[in-house]
């Protein structure tokens, strides 16, 4: 069965500052990974999906990596400012079904001005 | 625009009543799932559908039901068998492909009186 776990829990960090976000699944035959940002009381926003022949995928201050074999993934985020301010969660298909993803517990982010 | 509508924003329940929270999308996606998301134990898979009528329970379908007639929408409704229905319910979509980002709608606060 398929597990993912993110860490750390919380994170507070002054602006401006690099940080990185990690994530960490046991079953390494991932097709893909995504990450997704939550706000408080919304909806979850999709913001980078890494294929498993990818190692990388950048989409603006945001960059993921993703080592199948050692069952990780990163979330780096550079030049963090107060609007990152969110929980950030990683998902991998199920080890059975059809897209159902299985997701980690999340991180959350404050900056601070 | 395109995307995933969710209502009501907030859903009040007595004690043995059923409820239907209801999703819609616009995105022509075949998938569409149902998460419940409570503190601390991140998103969990209630039941998917890949295609028009037809559906199937996620990790903790009991206490709730699905229906799955047109492509554009899949109501939930919990129904009295769900003995502790209190948490934010995501309803999600995709196109069907392993490779697939999965949107999500807003999000129903269910609060049970």
């Known amino acids: 069965k398929q597990e993912v776990t993110q860490i750390p829990a919380a994170l507070s960090v002054p602006e401006g500052e690099n940080l990185v976000l990690n994530c960490s699944f046991t079953?390494?035959?991932?097709?893909?990974l995504q990450w997704f940002r939550q706000d408080p009381g919304k909806g979850l926003t999709s913001l980078l999906l890494?294929?498993?022949?990818?190692r990388e995928q950048t989409s603006g201050r945001l960059n993921a990596s993703l080592d199948k074999s050692s069952g990780r993934s990163t979330l780096y985020i550079a030049a963090s400012q107060p609007g990152d301010s969110a929980t950030y969660l990683c998902?991998?298909?199920?080890?059975?079904?059809?897209?159902?993803?299985?997701f980690g517990k999340g991180t959350m982010l404050l900056v601070s001005p | 625009d395109g995307g995933i509508t969710q209502s009501p924003k907030y859903l009040f329940r007595k004690e043995g009543q059923n409820v239907t929270l209801s999703c819609e999308q616009n995105?022509?996606?075949?998938?569409m799932y149902w998460y419940r998301q409570d503190p601390g134990q991140g998103l969990r898979l209630i039941y998917y559908?890949?295609?028009?009528?037809?559906?199937q329970k996620g990790d903790i379908a009991e206490g709730y039901s699905v229906s799955r007639e047109k492509k554009e929408s899949f109501p939930l409704t919990v129904t009295s068998a769900q003995k502790n229905p209190t948490a934010f319910y995501l309803c999600?979509?995709?196109?069907?492909?392993?490779?697939?980002?999965?949107?999500f709608g807003p999000g129903t606060r269910l609060t049970v009186l």
């Open positions: 890494i294929q498993s022949s990818q």
């Open positions: 079953d390494s035959a991932i097709y893909n």
């Open positions: 995105l022509n996606h075949d998938a």
């Open positions: 999600a979509s995709t196109n069907g492909q392993w490779a697939d980002t999965q949107y």
């Open positions: 559908s890949q295609i028009v009528n037809d559906f």
């Open positions: 998902a991998v298909p199920k080890d059975s079904g059809y897209s159902t993803l299985t």
